[in-house]
């Protein structure tokens, strides 16, 4: 009866409902493409709209740094409560069982070590490596005010072209020289400069006074990154504090893995970064955990 498959085909178009158009959770990150969001996507929780990233990377230029020493022992059963991996593609080959269907950032810049001047990087792996690997992101460091500042900018903007012609992401690490004043006017230059020139999002420290001003003043979004290690209570409220001022998360290393319980840890900071858990309360769980030999 063609009058009746009439009626239930218009049904099934749902001609009288409108396709919704969808914007995307990300600061920034609406005019990106489908690829380069959708592995956003896979860093970022869209409900929380936040990340915690475990920064496992550092052997890149320091060696096998404290907590690191045994990668496959020590980090592995931490690893699953991240939402992401940031690390180097030798740990990720050698030690990352490739049936983990976490999302990975890759550390691209290297070629100096803890002997010599930091900020003498070069981009350190293929692009092609990277969509091998199948990673979610890219991170460079960025040395603003660095003895080779413009070779490490020019080293993320590489990458930007790379990765925006396969759509991976790139994550602008703003490093601080030693003798560097760390500052909300410095992090500010420097997190505008990476946006600026086309960093997807931005690995950046914290400040007491006036982080808010480095967040807003940022185009795309902000990660907190640790720093070395601190009394638990005090990283946790420095990350609760961080994202309360507009961070989209925290990427911590020593923070979690030099930790006395790096996983009852890593779930406070979880609780602080989705569940926006007060530092005190999310200490608390902390102890528990710690406790309970979780
Ligand atoms: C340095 O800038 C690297 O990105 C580090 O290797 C690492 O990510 C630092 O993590 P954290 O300071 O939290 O130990």
């Given at each position: 009866?063609?009058?009746?498959?009439?009626?239930?085909?218009?049904?099934?178009?749902?001609?009288?409902?409108?396709?919704?158009?969808?914007?995307?959770f990300?600061?920034?990150?609406?005019s990106?493409?489908?690829?380069?969001?959708?592995?956003?996507?896979?860093i970022?929780?869209?409900?929380?709209?936040?990340t915690?990233?475990?920064?496992?990377?550092?052997?890149?230029?320091?060696?096998?740094?404290?907590?690191?020493?045994?990668?496959?022992?020590?980090?592995?059963?931490?690893?699953?409560?991240?939402?992401?991996?940031?690390?180097?593609?030798?740990?990720?080959?050698?030690?990352?069982?490739?049936?983990?269907?976490?999302?990975?950032?890759?550390?691209?810049?290297g070629?100096t070590?803890?002997?010599?001047?930091?900020?003498?990087?070069?981009?350190?792996?293929?692009?092609?490596?990277?969509?091998?690997?199948?990673v979610?992101?890219?991170?460079?460091?960025?040395?603003?005010?660095?003895?080779?500042?413009?070779?490490?900018?020019?080293?993320?903007?590489?990458?930007?072209?790379?990765?925006?012609?396969?759509?991976?992401?790139?994550?602008?690490?703003?490093?601080?020289?030693?003798d560097?004043?760390?500052?909300?006017?410095?992090?500010?230059?420097?997190?505008r400069?990476?946006?600026?020139?086309?960093?997807?999002?931005?690995?950046?420290?914290?400040?007491?006074?006036?982080?808010?001003?480095?967040?807003?003043?940022?185009?795309?979004?902000?990660?907190?990154?640790?720093?070395?290690?601190?009394?638990?209570?005090?990283?946790?409220?420095m990350?609760?504090?961080?994202?309360?001022?507009g961070?989209a998360?925290?990427?911590?290393?020593?923070?979690?893995?030099?930790?006395?319980?790096?996983?009852?840890?890593i779930?406070?900071?979880?609780?602080?970064?989705?569940?926006?858990?007060?530092?005190?309360?999310?200490?608390?769980?902390?102890?528990?955990?710690?406790?309970?030999?979780?």
């Amino acid at each position: 009866m063609p009058d009746v498959d009439g009626m239930k085909e218009a049904k099934m178009f749902h001609c009288d409902t409108p396709q919704e158009n969808q914007g995307f959770f990300l600061k920034g990150s609406s005019s990106l493409d489908w690829g380069m969001k959708n592995r956003l996507a896979r860093i970022f929780n869209p409900k929380s709209g936040r990340t915690v990233m475990l920064a496992i990377d550092h052997g890149y230029f320091q060696g096998p740094t404290t907590g690191l020493e045994r990668v496959d022992i020590n980090i592995l059963p931490i690893a699953p409560y991240a939402d992401t991996l940031m690390l180097t593609r030798g740990i990720l080959r050698s030690i990352i069982p490739p049936s983990t269907s976490q999302s990975i950032v890759l550390r691209v810049s290297g070629g100096t070590s803890i002997l010599k001047e930091l900020s003498n990087e070069e981009i350190a792996v293929d692009i092609e490596d990277s969509i091998r690997l199948n990673v979610c992101a890219m991170a460079v460091q960025v040395f603003i005010g660095g003895e080779y500042e413009r070779q490490s900018i020019i080293n993320m903007t590489k990458m930007v072209d790379l990765g925006n012609r396969y759509g991976i992401p790139t994550l602008a690490v703003t490093a601080v020289g030693k003798d560097m004043a760390r500052d909300a006017k410095y992090f500010r230059l420097a997190c505008r400069i990476c946006a600026e020139l086309g960093a997807h999002y931005i690995k950046t420290y914290y400040v007491e006074k006036d982080f808010e001003t480095v967040t807003a003043s940022c185009p795309v979004p902000i990660v907190m990154a640790g720093g070395k290690k601190i009394p638990e209570l005090d990283a946790l409220t420095m990350a609760y504090n961080a994202v309360q001022g507009g961070a989209a998360g925290v990427d911590m290393g020593r923070n979690i893995f030099q930790s006395d319980a790096p996983i009852a840890m890593i779930k406070a900071v979880r609780a602080v970064v989705h569940d926006e858990e007060n530092p005190k309360r999310a200490f608390e769980l902390y102890n528990s955990l710690k406790k309970s030999k979780v």
